[in-house]
């Protein structure tokens, strides 16, 4: 692994290119129509000294080469504050193919309004897409899972009293013309906003009318003409100033009730979780000093120290917030059974332990947080007989069923079933994000490879043919190589499989930020475990 300064300074650059969206020349002839770009009308929208915390930087990072590339899916999305209100905001970058829908771009925009319905949290649409991009429509427009979710997901939020607010500041065609007029609040900006089925060319292919686009679905034909829309304004700000009135008038729901107290810093230095992971991943380092460096005060109440060592479990407070946190142990340590454990391993004794500890979380209403550095579970005939499986799927039940929030981060390794029992994205946490120094897959690329090779070997002399050395080298390097590039946390981000990729000191912030917006929808569900494996 490349040192953590090289990791963080990587991640500042890849950031910084993807905010330029489709390039310098189309910022220039966006902003030449007189419009803002998505980040100018973002900034602009939020209060003044608030932070955003942005999800899905990456997503798209690599995809549709072949298109010119889609740089954070075509659209930003995050959690800020509007008139003083926490609320998720998208929007669509014009810059990147007209802000067309990629696959990505529907999978981000279903993440943004999971995170808004889950949360309980209103949802602003800074709308300016061509729609469908249509040379890829199979894989946007017709699974359960696709632009057509958004629509469904929009009148599941209407009925749930989730406030939806919607401003055409540019192009908004065809289905995707339902967003907007499915909001409660639907804007236009005269002149450069437009809402309608089928544009100018596609009426007059179709039923041969004649008609600009402007009369066809203008800001005055909406307003004035059809009602579909709202109010119209005579720019992009004017529009994001009636955004912030509207929020301005919102009542108030009931909380949670997750317990905060004055946030405090952590006692030990922030930055020496640098020089705490070590540059090699196999080797081990103390999870509990990288928890003393995020927890407030760095005071963190271990549950069962002495037991079950290969995860810590333990109560704290982040930024004020109380949070029940369950991370891998990376030491090796030494059970009172005398076994020596190996650190990033979940054992029977760990699973146990974690599964009642969140339990406990979920019985008190404490919001959970997931540190992984995990390799897997113990495997082995002393395990097997052991019951591991009988304990892995115990502490999996616990979590899955978990009605308290969960946030988890990927510090190191994040392999196979460990992944699962650790809240991977599979299991619903609100927020999830991977730490520079992160890996995700089923296992390592040396052991995946190693696997591999030694699979095809049988293969081959089930055939009859054997294998040179420097062939099997060869196998070897060619299968290591490309396992490896989709260990990548980056490779995790395009796909959406995480909400981003961080350095470890935005972590505080994210956890705070996550249970802020997690407290606005409260608990009505009973926690309730079902058939637990004893």
Known sequence: MASISSLIEELNLKTKQIKLGGGLKKIQAHKAKGKLTAWERIEYLIDKDSSF???????????????????????????????????????????VKAGAWFPITAKKNLRAQEIAMENQLPIIYLVDS????????????????HFGRIFRNNAQMSSMGIPQVAAIMGSCVAGGAYLPIMSDYALIVEGTGSVFLAGSYLVK????????????????????????????????????????????????????????????????????????????????YDMLEI?????????????????????????ARIDGWAVGIV??????????KGEMQMGGVIYSDSADKAARFIMNCNQQKIPLVFLQDVTG?????????GGIIKDGAKMVNAMANSVVPKFTF?????????????CGKAYDPRLIYSWVTGQMAVMSGASAAKTLVQIQEATLKAKGIEITEEKQKELLNTITDKYNSQLSPYYAAANLWVDGVIDPLQTRKIISMGIEAANHAPITKRYNVGVIQT
Do not use: W
Request: glycine share 12%; aromatic share 8%; with cysteine.
């Open 130 to 145: 061509a729609g469908v991009f249509l040379p890829m429509q199979a894989e946007v427009f017709p699974d359960k899972e």
């Open 205 to 284: 292919s179709s039923i041969g009318e004649d008609i600009d686009n402007e009369t066809l679905g203008g800001a005055t034909t909406h307003c004035e003409i059809s009602g579909v829309t709202d109010n119209k304004f005579p720019n992009d700000e004017a529009c994001l100033d009636e955004i912030r009135k509207i929020f301005d008038k919102m009542g108030h729901n009931t909380k949670a009730g997750f317990d905060r107290k004055t946030p405090l810093p952590p006692l030990k230095n922030q930055e020496e979780i640098y020089t705490i992971l070590p540059d090699d991943r196999t080797k081990p």
């Open 53 to 95: 915390t942005e999800f899905g930087v990456f997503a798209g990072e690599g995809m549709y080469e072949d298109e010119g590339g889609c740089p954070n899916g075509g659209v930003i999305c995050g959690i800020g504050y509007v008139s003083g209100r926490m609320c998720v905001i998208v929007s669509n970058d014009a810059t």
């Open 291 to 315: 928890i003393e460096r995020i927890v407030d005060n760095s005071e963190f109440d271990q549950y069962k120290k002495g037991y079950g060592q290969t995860l810590l479990c333990g109560l």
């Open 327 to 336: 991370a891998n142990q990376r030491k090796i340590v030494k059970s009172k």
């Open 410 to 422: 990927i510090v190191g390794n994040s392999y196979g079933a460990g992944n699962y029992a650790m």
């Open 377 to 385: 579970f113990m495997v082995g005939s002393r395990s097997e007989h």
